[in-house]
Protein backbone atom coordinates (compact mmCIF):
# COMPACT_ATOMS: atom_id res chain seq x y z
CA UNK A 1 0.00 0.00 0.00
CA UNK A 2 2.57 2.65 0.81
CA UNK A 3 4.35 1.67 -2.39
CA UNK A 4 1.66 2.12 -4.35
CA UNK A 5 0.61 5.18 -2.60
CA UNK A 6 4.24 6.75 -3.34
CA UNK A 7 4.09 5.54 -7.20
CA UNK A 8 0.33 6.93 -7.26
CA UNK A 9 1.43 10.66 -5.80
CA UNK A 10 3.97 10.47 -8.55
CA UNK A 11 1.93 10.00 -11.44
CA UNK A 12 -0.43 12.78 -10.33
CA UNK A 13 2.41 15.38 -9.70
CA UNK A 14 4.17 13.92 -13.24
CA UNK A 15 7.48 12.92 -11.94
CA UNK A 16 8.75 9.82 -13.97
CA UNK A 17 10.97 8.41 -11.55
CA UNK A 18 11.52 7.18 -7.79
CA UNK A 19 14.56 8.58 -5.76
CA UNK A 20 16.20 6.94 -2.77
CA UNK A 21 15.81 9.03 0.68
CA UNK A 22 18.08 9.30 3.86
CA UNK A 23 15.50 10.33 5.99
CA UNK A 24 12.11 11.14 6.77
CA UNK A 25 10.37 13.59 8.96
CA UNK A 26 6.64 12.43 9.15
CA UNK A 27 3.83 14.54 10.24
CA UNK A 28 0.89 12.37 10.15
CA UNK A 29 0.62 11.05 13.82
CA UNK A 30 -1.60 13.85 14.79
CA UNK A 31 -5.21 13.23 15.28
CA UNK A 32 -7.81 14.92 13.10
CA UNK A 33 -10.42 12.46 12.76
CA UNK A 34 -10.68 8.20 13.17
CA UNK A 35 -9.83 7.75 9.17
CA UNK A 36 -6.21 8.54 10.06
CA UNK A 37 -5.61 6.39 13.26
CA UNK A 38 -7.42 3.40 10.98
CA UNK A 39 -4.89 3.69 8.04
CA UNK A 40 -2.16 4.15 10.53
CA UNK A 41 -3.68 0.44 12.10
CA UNK A 42 -3.78 -0.74 8.13
CA UNK A 43 -0.24 -0.16 7.33
CA UNK A 44 0.73 -2.04 10.73
CA UNK A 45 -1.70 -4.90 10.09
CA UNK A 46 -0.04 -4.95 6.92
CA UNK A 47 3.51 -5.48 8.47
CA UNK A 48 4.90 -1.91 7.63
CA UNK A 49 7.77 -0.87 9.08
CA UNK A 50 10.11 2.38 7.95
CA UNK A 51 13.41 1.85 5.99
CA UNK A 52 14.83 4.78 6.94
CA UNK A 53 15.45 6.94 10.13
CA UNK A 54 12.07 8.48 10.31
CA UNK A 55 11.29 11.35 13.24
CA UNK A 56 7.73 11.87 14.54
CA UNK A 57 6.08 15.43 14.68
CA UNK A 58 3.73 16.26 17.59
CA UNK A 59 0.82 14.04 18.26
CA UNK A 60 -2.80 15.25 20.02
CA UNK A 61 -1.62 14.28 23.15
CA UNK A 62 1.24 15.06 25.91
CA UNK A 63 2.71 11.75 26.99
CA UNK A 64 5.04 13.51 29.22
CA UNK A 65 2.53 14.39 31.09
CA UNK A 66 3.95 18.14 31.36
CA UNK A 67 -0.40 19.34 30.22
CA UNK A 68 -3.68 18.02 30.21
CA UNK A 69 -5.26 17.93 26.90
CA UNK A 70 -9.06 18.37 27.20
CA UNK A 71 -10.16 15.59 24.11
CA UNK A 72 -13.06 13.46 24.66
CA UNK A 73 -12.65 10.10 25.52
CA UNK A 74 -13.25 8.58 22.30
CA UNK A 75 -10.83 10.97 20.62
CA UNK A 76 -8.37 11.09 23.10
CA UNK A 77 -8.10 7.07 22.83
CA UNK A 78 -8.30 7.04 18.94
CA UNK A 79 -5.33 9.74 19.24
CA UNK A 80 -3.22 7.71 21.76
CA UNK A 81 -3.66 4.51 19.31
CA UNK A 82 -2.55 6.71 16.21
CA UNK A 83 0.69 7.54 18.21
CA UNK A 84 0.83 3.93 19.21
CA UNK A 85 0.49 2.85 15.84
CA UNK A 86 3.24 5.05 14.33
CA UNK A 87 5.63 3.66 17.17
CA UNK A 88 5.01 0.17 15.62
CA UNK A 89 6.19 1.34 12.32
CA UNK A 90 9.52 1.94 13.60
CA UNK A 91 9.20 5.85 13.79
CA UNK A 92 11.29 7.72 16.84
CA UNK A 93 8.84 9.22 19.49
CA UNK A 94 10.37 13.02 18.99
CA UNK A 95 6.85 14.51 18.74
CA UNK A 96 8.24 17.61 17.71
CA UNK A 97 7.86 19.68 15.11
CA UNK A 98 11.87 20.89 15.74
CA UNK A 99 13.40 17.77 14.68
CA UNK A 100 16.22 19.53 13.46
CA UNK A 101 17.07 20.94 16.86
CA UNK A 102 16.39 17.57 18.17
CA UNK A 103 19.51 15.67 16.43
CA UNK A 104 17.66 15.11 13.20
CA UNK A 105 19.78 17.34 10.54
CA UNK A 106 19.57 15.99 7.47
CA UNK A 107 23.41 16.47 5.53
CA UNK A 108 23.85 19.84 2.92
CA UNK A 109 22.19 18.09 -0.66
CA UNK A 110 20.78 14.64 0.91
CA UNK A 111 17.50 13.46 -0.49
CA UNK A 112 14.81 13.45 2.32
CA UNK A 113 10.96 13.18 2.86
CA UNK A 114 9.92 15.51 5.41
CA UNK A 115 6.40 16.78 6.48
CA UNK A 116 5.07 19.37 8.73
CA UNK A 117 5.55 23.11 6.91
CA UNK A 118 7.77 24.65 9.23
CA UNK A 119 10.12 21.69 9.23
CA UNK A 120 10.26 21.06 5.48
CA UNK A 121 10.94 24.64 4.94
CA UNK A 122 13.97 24.59 7.53
CA UNK A 123 15.08 21.65 6.43
CA UNK A 124 15.32 23.22 2.70
CA UNK A 125 16.47 26.52 3.39
CA UNK A 126 18.72 26.36 6.41
CA UNK A 127 19.81 22.72 6.26
CA UNK A 128 20.07 22.55 2.25
CA UNK A 129 18.39 18.93 1.97
CA UNK A 130 16.07 18.21 -0.45
CA UNK A 131 12.40 17.44 0.44
CA UNK A 132 9.24 18.27 -1.03
CA UNK A 133 6.32 19.05 1.17
CA UNK A 134 5.36 15.83 2.50
CA UNK A 135 1.49 15.80 3.97
CA UNK A 136 0.00 13.14 6.25
CA UNK A 137 0.38 9.83 4.62
CA UNK A 138 2.91 10.33 2.02
CA UNK A 139 5.51 11.36 4.52
CA UNK A 140 4.93 7.87 6.48
CA UNK A 141 4.75 5.67 2.26
CA UNK A 142 7.96 7.27 1.35
CA UNK A 143 9.79 6.47 4.99
CA UNK A 144 8.16 2.51 4.40
CA UNK A 145 9.23 2.58 0.95
CA UNK A 146 12.78 4.26 1.23
CA UNK A 147 11.46 6.52 -2.10
CA UNK A 148 10.13 9.38 -3.26
CA UNK A 149 8.54 11.05 -6.32
CA UNK A 150 11.34 12.76 -7.92
CA UNK A 151 9.76 16.52 -8.71
CA UNK A 152 10.21 19.84 -7.71
CA UNK A 153 12.54 20.94 -4.79
CA UNK A 154 14.29 17.48 -5.33
CA UNK A 155 15.87 18.45 -8.36
CA UNK A 156 18.65 21.11 -8.61
CA UNK A 157 17.05 23.27 -11.13
CA UNK A 158 13.49 23.85 -9.24
CA UNK A 159 15.81 25.39 -6.18
CA UNK A 160 16.66 28.47 -7.76
CA UNK A 161 15.04 31.61 -6.37
CA UNK A 162 12.99 33.60 -8.89
CA UNK A 163 11.73 36.54 -6.56
CA UNK A 164 14.29 39.09 -4.69
CA UNK A 165 13.02 39.84 -1.41
CA UNK A 166 15.21 42.78 -0.54
CA UNK A 167 14.87 44.47 3.06
CA UNK A 168 17.47 46.83 3.10
CA UNK A 169 15.32 49.78 3.37
CA UNK A 170 14.15 48.67 6.61
CA UNK A 171 15.74 50.01 9.81
CA UNK A 172 18.74 47.71 11.75
CA UNK A 173 17.23 47.68 14.95
CA UNK A 174 13.54 46.31 13.62
CA UNK A 175 15.71 43.37 11.73
CA UNK A 176 17.55 42.86 14.95
CA UNK A 177 14.68 42.56 16.92
CA UNK A 178 12.58 38.82 17.81
CA UNK A 179 9.52 40.87 17.06
CA UNK A 180 10.55 41.19 13.26
CA UNK A 181 10.92 37.85 11.93
CA UNK A 182 7.38 36.57 11.88
CA UNK A 183 6.39 39.38 10.61
CA UNK A 184 9.13 39.03 7.80
CA UNK A 185 8.06 35.78 7.57
CA UNK A 186 4.17 36.66 7.41
CA UNK A 187 4.55 39.38 4.47
CA UNK A 188 7.10 37.17 2.41
CA UNK A 189 4.34 34.08 2.56
CA UNK A 190 1.77 35.83 1.41
CA UNK A 191 3.35 37.75 -1.36
CA UNK A 192 5.65 34.55 -2.51
CA UNK A 193 3.19 31.97 -2.25
CA UNK A 194 4.54 28.86 -3.58
CA UNK A 195 7.91 30.70 -5.34
CA UNK A 196 11.12 30.43 -4.13
CA UNK A 197 12.52 33.89 -3.28
CA UNK A 198 15.86 34.87 -1.79
CA UNK A 199 15.65 37.44 1.36
CA UNK A 200 18.59 40.20 0.37
CA UNK A 201 19.83 43.68 2.58
CA UNK A 202 20.57 42.11 5.76
CA UNK A 203 23.60 43.24 7.27
CA UNK A 204 23.41 40.75 10.04
CA UNK A 205 23.28 37.13 9.91
CA UNK A 206 20.39 35.61 11.34
CA UNK A 207 20.39 33.34 14.28
CA UNK A 208 19.27 29.62 13.58
CA UNK A 209 16.13 30.52 16.08
CA UNK A 210 14.97 33.37 14.11
CA UNK A 211 15.19 31.85 10.92
CA UNK A 212 12.91 29.02 12.23
CA UNK A 213 10.06 31.63 13.18
CA UNK A 214 10.85 33.20 9.34
CA UNK A 215 9.66 29.69 8.38
CA UNK A 216 7.15 28.56 10.23
CA UNK A 217 5.60 32.16 9.42
CA UNK A 218 6.13 32.17 6.02
CA UNK A 219 4.65 28.57 5.82
CA UNK A 220 1.78 29.38 7.49
CA UNK A 221 0.92 32.56 5.54
CA UNK A 222 1.95 31.05 1.84
CA UNK A 223 3.10 27.57 0.54
CA UNK A 224 6.70 28.27 0.99
CA UNK A 225 8.75 25.20 0.86
CA UNK A 226 12.33 26.85 0.33
CA UNK A 227 13.77 30.38 0.77
CA UNK A 228 16.99 31.50 0.98
CA UNK A 229 18.49 34.02 2.68
CA UNK A 230 21.56 35.95 1.40
CA UNK A 231 24.72 35.47 3.02
CA UNK A 232 23.06 33.25 5.52
CA UNK A 233 21.23 30.19 3.96
CA UNK A 234 24.18 27.25 2.10
CA UNK A 235 22.32 27.89 -0.88
CA UNK A 236 22.42 31.35 -1.13
CA UNK A 237 26.22 32.85 -0.32
CA UNK A 238 25.01 35.90 -2.34
CA UNK A 239 22.00 36.72 -4.57
CA UNK A 240 23.39 36.09 -7.48
CA UNK A 241 24.41 32.43 -6.51
CA UNK A 242 20.58 32.12 -5.03
CA UNK A 243 19.13 32.97 -8.74
CA UNK A 244 21.48 30.78 -10.25
CA UNK A 245 22.68 33.18 -12.29
CA UNK A 246 19.53 34.63 -13.44
CA UNK A 247 17.79 37.81 -13.04
CA UNK A 248 14.46 37.62 -10.59
CA UNK A 249 11.19 37.60 -12.44
CA UNK A 250 10.50 40.29 -9.67
CA UNK A 251 12.20 42.34 -6.79
CA UNK A 252 10.24 42.93 -4.02
CA UNK A 253 11.47 46.25 -2.09
CA UNK A 254 10.21 45.89 1.56
CA UNK A 255 8.95 49.22 2.92
CA UNK A 256 7.57 49.92 6.56
CA UNK A 257 4.10 50.30 5.59
CA UNK A 258 4.28 46.81 4.62
CA UNK A 259 5.80 45.64 7.31
CA UNK A 260 3.40 47.10 9.35
CA UNK A 261 0.40 46.07 7.89
CA UNK A 262 1.44 42.56 7.95
CA UNK A 263 1.97 43.06 11.76
CA UNK A 264 -1.47 44.72 12.63
CA UNK A 265 -2.86 41.93 10.29
CA UNK A 266 -1.43 38.70 13.04
CA UNK A 267 -3.09 40.59 15.37
CA UNK A 268 -7.25 39.83 15.47
CA UNK A 269 -7.52 41.52 18.83
CA UNK A 270 -6.46 44.48 18.84
CA UNK A 271 -8.47 46.45 20.94
CA UNK A 272 -8.15 43.90 23.75
CA UNK A 273 -7.67 45.42 27.37
CA UNK A 274 -6.72 42.11 29.21
CA UNK A 275 -5.65 38.71 27.68
CA UNK A 276 -6.42 35.41 28.96
CA UNK A 277 -3.22 33.40 28.17
CA UNK A 278 0.13 33.51 26.60
CA UNK A 279 1.96 31.00 24.07
CA UNK A 280 4.55 30.98 22.73
CA UNK A 281 6.75 27.55 21.28
CA UNK A 282 5.43 27.44 17.41
CA UNK A 283 8.02 26.07 16.39
CA UNK A 284 8.79 24.50 19.78
CA UNK A 285 11.09 26.29 21.96
CA UNK A 286 14.76 25.51 21.52
CA UNK A 287 16.56 25.61 25.21
CA UNK A 288 18.09 29.37 24.08
CA UNK A 289 14.50 30.23 23.56
CA UNK A 290 13.71 28.85 27.40
CA UNK A 291 17.10 30.89 28.32
CA UNK A 292 15.53 34.36 26.85
CA UNK A 293 12.05 33.54 28.49
CA UNK A 294 14.05 33.01 32.04
CA UNK A 295 16.06 35.89 31.59
CA UNK A 296 12.82 37.76 30.99
CA UNK A 297 10.61 36.31 33.77
CA UNK A 298 13.70 36.72 36.91
CA UNK A 299 11.64 34.20 38.81
CA UNK A 300 8.57 36.36 38.97
CA UNK A 301 4.69 34.91 39.44
CA UNK A 302 2.63 35.24 36.33
CA UNK A 303 -1.18 36.63 36.54
CA UNK A 304 -2.27 34.41 33.69
CA UNK A 305 -1.15 30.94 32.17
CA UNK A 306 1.52 31.14 29.97
CA UNK A 307 1.91 27.81 27.70
CA UNK A 308 5.71 27.12 26.67
CA UNK A 309 5.46 24.46 23.81
CA UNK A 310 8.49 22.50 23.38
CA UNK A 311 9.94 19.01 22.80
CA UNK A 312 11.13 15.96 25.07
CA UNK A 313 14.55 16.87 24.11
CA UNK A 314 14.13 20.40 25.16
CA UNK A 315 12.39 19.18 28.48
CA UNK A 316 14.98 16.87 29.20
CA UNK A 317 17.66 19.27 29.87
CA UNK A 318 15.28 21.74 31.82
CA UNK A 319 14.13 18.82 34.04
CA UNK A 320 18.05 18.14 34.21
CA UNK A 321 18.89 22.06 35.30
CA UNK A 322 15.76 22.29 37.43
CA UNK A 323 14.65 24.86 35.78
CA UNK A 324 11.07 22.96 34.83
CA UNK A 325 10.52 23.15 38.75
CA UNK A 326 10.96 27.01 38.57
CA UNK A 327 8.83 27.73 35.86
CA UNK A 328 5.80 25.83 36.83
CA UNK A 329 6.34 27.56 40.07
CA UNK A 330 6.21 31.09 38.32
CA UNK A 331 2.75 29.88 35.72
CA UNK A 332 4.17 28.68 33.21
CA UNK A 333 2.82 25.63 31.57
CA UNK A 334 5.40 23.69 29.55
CA UNK A 335 3.65 21.67 27.21
CA UNK A 336 5.64 19.10 25.50
CA UNK A 337 5.06 16.26 22.25
CA UNK A 338 2.43 18.65 21.71
CA UNK A 339 1.33 21.92 21.16
CA UNK A 340 -1.68 24.32 21.98
CA UNK A 341 -3.17 24.74 18.34
CA UNK A 342 -3.47 21.32 17.39
CA UNK A 343 -5.31 19.87 20.11
CA UNK A 344 -7.51 21.37 23.10
CA UNK A 345 -5.23 22.40 26.17
CA UNK A 346 -6.51 26.17 26.59
CA UNK A 347 -9.48 26.16 28.47
CA UNK A 348 -12.44 26.85 26.71
CA UNK A 349 -13.65 29.87 27.05
CA UNK A 350 -16.04 32.30 24.88
CA UNK A 351 -14.02 35.95 23.48
CA UNK A 352 -11.17 35.10 25.25
CA UNK A 353 -7.50 36.65 24.10
CA UNK A 354 -4.27 34.32 23.61
CA UNK A 355 -1.12 36.56 23.25
CA UNK A 356 1.65 34.89 21.27
CA UNK A 357 5.10 35.77 19.48
CA UNK A 358 5.08 33.36 17.23
CA UNK A 359 3.12 33.92 13.40
CA UNK A 360 2.21 30.71 13.46
CA UNK A 361 0.14 30.63 15.97
CA UNK A 362 -1.04 34.12 15.28
CA UNK A 363 -2.30 32.57 11.82
CA UNK A 364 -3.77 29.12 13.38
CA UNK A 365 -5.31 29.65 16.58
CA UNK A 366 -8.43 31.53 16.07
CA UNK A 367 -9.23 29.02 13.85
CA UNK A 368 -8.51 26.38 15.63
CA UNK A 369 -8.84 27.43 19.15
CA UNK A 370 -11.61 29.85 19.36
CA UNK A 371 -9.23 32.62 20.71
CA UNK A 372 -8.51 35.82 19.60
CA UNK A 373 -5.08 36.78 19.12
CA UNK A 374 -2.58 39.77 19.92
CA UNK A 375 1.01 39.34 18.11
CA UNK A 376 3.73 40.80 20.21
CA UNK A 377 7.43 39.95 21.30
CA UNK A 378 8.65 37.91 23.64
CA UNK A 379 9.46 40.86 26.24
CA UNK A 380 5.91 41.79 25.40
CA UNK A 381 4.14 38.59 26.17
CA UNK A 382 5.72 37.73 29.54
CA UNK A 383 5.12 41.41 30.81
CA UNK A 384 2.00 41.17 29.68
CA UNK A 385 1.29 37.55 31.73
CA UNK A 386 2.55 38.95 34.41
CA UNK A 387 0.20 41.59 34.59
CA UNK A 388 -2.48 40.27 32.78
CA UNK A 389 -2.88 43.18 30.60
CA UNK A 390 -1.34 43.85 27.34
CA UNK A 391 1.99 45.67 27.60
CA UNK A 392 2.61 46.52 23.93
CA UNK A 393 5.60 49.23 23.38
CA UNK A 394 8.47 47.47 25.41
CA UNK A 395 11.93 47.75 23.97
CA UNK A 396 12.52 43.72 23.33
CA UNK B 1 -21.01 25.57 -21.61
CA UNK B 2 -18.45 22.93 -21.70
CA UNK B 3 -14.91 23.31 -20.31
CA UNK B 4 -11.94 20.71 -20.68
CA UNK B 5 -9.82 20.00 -17.67
CA UNK B 6 -7.99 17.14 -16.83
CA UNK B 7 -8.42 14.15 -14.74
CA UNK B 8 -6.01 14.43 -11.01
CA UNK B 9 -7.69 11.73 -9.64
CA UNK B 10 -10.85 9.64 -10.85
CA UNK B 11 -13.84 9.20 -8.59
CA UNK B 12 -17.50 9.89 -8.40
CA UNK B 13 -19.16 12.02 -11.36
CA UNK B 14 -20.93 14.99 -9.60
CA UNK B 15 -23.60 17.29 -10.43
CA UNK B 16 -23.83 20.49 -7.85
CA UNK B 17 -23.57 23.88 -7.32
CA UNK B 18 -19.90 25.04 -8.12
CA UNK B 19 -18.59 27.13 -5.19
CA UNK B 20 -15.43 29.13 -6.17
CA UNK B 21 -13.19 29.61 -2.99
CA UNK B 22 -11.83 33.68 -3.51
CA UNK B 23 -8.95 33.28 -1.64
CA UNK B 24 -6.01 30.17 -1.20
CA UNK B 25 -7.15 28.41 1.74
CA UNK B 26 -5.08 25.80 4.16
CA UNK B 27 -7.57 22.86 4.66
CA UNK B 28 -6.04 22.19 8.22
CA UNK B 29 -6.60 25.35 10.48
CA UNK B 30 -8.95 26.30 7.75
CA UNK B 31 -11.68 23.87 7.03
CA UNK B 32 -13.50 22.02 10.02
CA UNK B 33 -12.95 18.39 9.57
CA UNK B 34 -15.88 17.73 11.31
CA UNK B 35 -18.61 19.57 9.49
CA UNK B 36 -16.98 20.84 5.88
CA UNK B 37 -17.32 24.64 6.85
CA UNK B 38 -14.83 27.21 6.41
CA UNK B 39 -12.77 28.02 9.53
CA UNK B 40 -10.14 30.42 9.03
CA UNK B 41 -11.22 33.90 10.37
CA UNK B 42 -9.26 35.74 7.98
CA UNK B 43 -10.69 33.82 4.66
CA UNK B 44 -13.35 35.81 2.76
CA UNK B 45 -15.36 32.87 2.79
CA UNK B 46 -15.48 32.04 5.96
CA UNK B 47 -18.54 29.52 7.70
CA UNK B 48 -19.31 28.67 4.01
CA UNK B 49 -19.48 25.07 3.70
CA UNK B 50 -17.75 22.72 0.83
CA UNK B 51 -19.63 19.86 1.27
CA UNK B 52 -21.35 18.47 -1.66
CA UNK B 53 -20.68 21.37 -3.82
CA UNK B 54 -18.04 21.00 -6.58
CA UNK B 55 -15.21 22.89 -4.98
CA UNK B 56 -12.89 25.72 -7.02
CA UNK B 57 -9.91 25.86 -5.64
CA UNK B 58 -7.57 28.85 -6.90
CA UNK B 59 -4.50 27.91 -4.78
CA UNK B 60 -3.25 25.70 -1.45
CA UNK B 61 -0.96 27.34 1.34
CA UNK B 62 -0.07 25.97 4.50
CA UNK B 63 0.02 23.22 6.83
CA UNK B 64 1.25 20.10 5.32
CA UNK B 65 -1.86 18.29 6.93
CA UNK B 66 -4.31 19.09 4.41
CA UNK B 67 -4.72 15.28 3.31
CA UNK B 68 -5.70 14.25 6.88
CA UNK B 69 -8.18 17.08 6.74
CA UNK B 70 -9.65 15.59 3.38
CA UNK B 71 -10.10 12.23 4.12
CA UNK B 72 -12.00 13.08 6.85
CA UNK B 73 -14.12 14.88 5.31
CA UNK B 74 -14.63 11.60 3.02
CA UNK B 75 -14.94 9.50 5.91
CA UNK B 76 -17.31 11.39 7.34
CA UNK B 77 -19.48 12.23 4.84
CA UNK B 78 -18.82 15.31 4.19
CA UNK B 79 -16.40 16.07 1.21
CA UNK B 80 -17.11 18.06 -2.04
CA UNK B 81 -18.90 16.88 -4.34
CA UNK B 82 -15.88 17.23 -6.70
CA UNK B 83 -12.66 19.32 -6.02
CA UNK B 84 -11.04 21.57 -8.98
CA UNK B 85 -7.50 22.21 -8.60
CA UNK B 86 -5.90 25.08 -10.54
CA UNK B 87 -2.55 23.23 -10.04
CA UNK B 88 -2.03 19.65 -8.52
CA UNK B 89 -1.29 19.99 -5.04
CA UNK B 90 0.54 16.54 -3.86
CA UNK B 91 -0.60 17.77 -0.22
CA UNK B 92 -4.13 17.64 -0.88
CA UNK B 93 -4.65 14.75 -3.25
CA UNK B 94 -3.20 12.77 -0.97
CA UNK B 95 -6.36 12.82 1.19
CA UNK B 96 -8.52 11.30 -2.09
CA UNK B 97 -5.40 8.44 -2.98
CA UNK B 98 -5.35 7.21 0.95
CA UNK B 99 -9.52 7.31 0.84
CA UNK B 100 -9.48 5.26 -2.06
CA UNK B 101 -6.85 2.68 -0.87
CA UNK B 102 -8.96 2.58 2.47
CA UNK B 103 -12.04 1.54 0.34
CA UNK B 104 -14.06 4.75 0.49
CA UNK B 105 -16.08 6.17 -2.47
CA UNK B 106 -14.00 9.36 -3.38
CA UNK B 107 -14.77 12.36 -5.03
CA UNK B 108 -13.15 13.30 -8.75
CA UNK B 109 -10.16 15.66 -8.63
CA UNK B 110 -9.37 17.84 -11.66
CA UNK B 111 -7.32 20.29 -13.27
CA UNK B 112 -8.82 23.52 -14.37
CA UNK B 113 -7.20 26.72 -15.13
CA UNK B 114 -8.48 29.37 -12.52
CA UNK B 115 -9.43 32.06 -14.49
CA UNK B 116 -12.63 29.97 -15.34
CA UNK B 117 -13.59 29.96 -11.97
CA UNK B 118 -15.87 33.27 -11.36
CA UNK B 119 -18.10 32.25 -14.44
CA UNK B 120 -18.97 28.78 -12.88
CA UNK B 121 -19.26 30.16 -9.17
CA UNK B 122 -22.77 29.34 -7.97
CA UNK B 123 -23.96 27.54 -11.08
CA UNK B 124 -25.23 24.15 -11.33
CA UNK B 125 -22.29 22.09 -12.76
CA UNK B 126 -21.26 18.96 -13.49
CA UNK B 127 -17.71 17.31 -13.05
CA UNK B 128 -17.26 14.27 -15.86
CA UNK B 129 -14.35 11.49 -15.16
CA UNK B 130 -13.11 12.13 -18.80
CA UNK B 131 -12.46 15.56 -17.18
CA UNK B 132 -14.91 18.09 -18.63
CA UNK B 133 -16.99 20.32 -17.07
CA UNK B 134 -20.02 21.34 -18.35
CA UNK B 135 -22.71 23.86 -16.65
Request: aromatic share 4%; glycine share 8%.
Amino acid sequence: MAMRIVAETARVMGADRLLAIESAHIDGALYHGDSGTLFAEKLVEGGARVSVRATLNVGAIDLTGCSRTRLPEHEHAMASRMMAAYRQLGCEPTWTCAPYQAGHRPRLGSQVAWGESNAVAFCNSVLGARTNRYGDFLDIACAIAGRAPDYGLHRTENRAATVVFDVSSLDEAFLNADVAWPVLGTLYGRVIGNAVGVLTGLRIRPREDILKAFGAAAASSGSVALFHVAGATPEAPDEATALHGRPPIERIRVTREMVADAQRRLSTAEAADRIDAVAIGSPHLSVEEFDALRTLLRGRSLAVPLYACTGRHVLRLLERDGHRADLERSGVIIVADTCVVVTPILPEKPGAVLMTNSGKFAHYAPSNTGYSVLYASLAECVESAVTGTPQIGLQS
Amino acid sequence: MTLHGAVLIDGHEAAAEAMALTAPISFWGGVNPKTGEIADVRHPQYQQCISGRVVLIPATIGSSSAAAVLLELVHAGRAPAALVLHEPDAILLLGLIVAREMGLATPLALKLDRTHYAELHGRLVAAHRDGRITA
